[in-house]
């Protein structure tokens, strides 16, 4: 079954065609990242007209990659919730129009979902291809980390993102329980707040994990924040790094935050972004150990998200699974693996007249 996947939640446009939730025939992201480095974050009314732009382009592109014309595509999978109200519009409005167009079902696909299939593409599981041991084993006894190329039922799923961190626990395929959620920012929002203190280019993540390798992962100590069971909260880490930096400089806290990076030098950078990162990872491992000795039988764990692109992450939970790099962050391939798995489990196809959009929306609902 080949399915056209449509993703335009927040500042990516993008188009794939899956084949069987796996096979990747082609995969076309067209990020605005260029666009909002010069403003340090997304400016919604500016992504969305972005998406309107480049949306059919990516479309052709998605199909003529794959050698595919719309007789050979089976199925639209779209992006209907949740993300940026005029982001989300362009795509499921482009997805409802091709479904009519071209006479095909239409899938309806909630984000978070697509960023945990992004797990059974292929590719997945190639840094499975030896059995690691790690810290999840000790804290799990069912919990398996031979090699294996795709992730096994009951698991949990971690998704770091820009907007989500979140426990999964999926006891089969498009079932989610959540587990475990932050009270506040979601992790990728952390790391693109502290690298803003740190005067580093948005996106923040990417930035924060390239100044890190010339860092001191241990020069600068942050708490942990004590959140109940699996909860999270990220927003007192930024501000213990805004608090740390302020202390190092010797400005008093009134001081304002945009204006520390004049003050910091490059190896204080690299040694808050190196301390930061660190903090950050050991924080979610520490959770998701919680969350295997909750749930002693689960098989595998999967992460997902953009921040699962960390290679400190990547390193510390070699037992885990995670997408390829590249399919980390938003693209449209995850998409379709994830309306495929709609499928497989029986949800009945949207009606493109009528399909709506959720800005904030549960992946449980
Ligand atoms: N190597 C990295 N290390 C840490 N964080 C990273 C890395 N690469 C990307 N990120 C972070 O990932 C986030 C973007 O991920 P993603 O595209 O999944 O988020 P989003 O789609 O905006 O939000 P959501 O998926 O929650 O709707 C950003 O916060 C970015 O800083
Ligand atoms: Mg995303």
């Not at 007209?49 to 089976?74: F, Q, Y």
């Not at 199925?75 to 993300?83: K, M, N, S």
């Not at 979610?284 to 960390?310: C, F, R, T, W, Y």
Request: glycine share 6%; aromatic share 6%; charged share 20%.
């Amino acid at each position: 079954m080949k399915i056209l996947g449509i993703e335009t939640s927040c500042d990516e446009t993008a188009a794939a065609v899956v084949e069987d939730g796996a096979r990747i025939l082609s995969n076309v992201v067209v990020s605005q990242i260029d666009i909002f480095k010069e403003y340090g974050g997304v400016i919604p009314e500016v992504a969305a007209r972005s998406h309107l732009e480049a949306m059919m382009p990516v479309v052709n592109k998605a199909l003529s990659d794959a050698s595919c014309n719309w007789d050979d595509i089976d199925a639209i999978a779209v992006t209907h919730a949740p993300g940026l109200l005029g982001s989300l519009l362009i795509g499921t409005l482009t997805a409802r129009t091709l479904a009519i167009l071209h006479d095909k079902p239409l899938y309806a696909v909630h984000h978070l979902k697509s960023h945990v299939y992004a797990n059974w593409l292929d590719s997945t599981g190639e840094n499975r291809l030896s059995p690691a041991s790690g810290p999840l084993k000790s804290a799990c006894p069912s919990f398996s980390p031979s090699a294996r190329l795709k992730p096994i039922f009951p698991l949990i799923a971690l998704v770091v993102s820009g907007g989500h961190t979140q426990i999964l626990y999926m006891a089969g395929h498009n079932q989610f329980e959540i587990i475990g959620t932050t009270n506040d920012d979601a992790v990728g929002e952390c790391f693109d707040k502290v690298a803003k203190i740190l005067g580093l280019p948005y996106p923040g993540g990417p930035s924060i994990a390239k100044a890190a390798l010339t860092g001191d992962a241990s020069k600068y100590k942050f708490p942990h924040p004590k959140v109940p069971e699996l909860d999270f909260s990220f927003s007192g880490l930024k501000t213990a790094v805004l608090r740390a930096v302020q202390k190092e400089v010797g400005v008093p806290i009134s001081y304002p935050s945009h204006q520390l990076k004049e003050l910091l030098n490059p190896k204080q950078v690299a040694d808050f972004a190196a301390s930061f990162q660190k903090t950050a990872v050991d924080i979610l491992i520490e959770k998701l150990k919680m969350a295997l000795e909750q749930h002693p039988d689960v098989k595998s764990v999967v992460v997902a998200g953009g921040v699962s692109a960390n290679e400190v992450l990547r390193k510390a939970l070699k037992e885990a699974y995670f997408p390829a790099p590249k399919l980390s962050g938003d693209n449209g391939a995850m998409v379709a693996a994830a309306a495929y798995y709609e499928v497989q489990s029986g949800v009945k196809s949207t009606d493109p007249y009528s399909l709506n959009i959720y800005p904030r929306v549960s992946i449980e609902k």
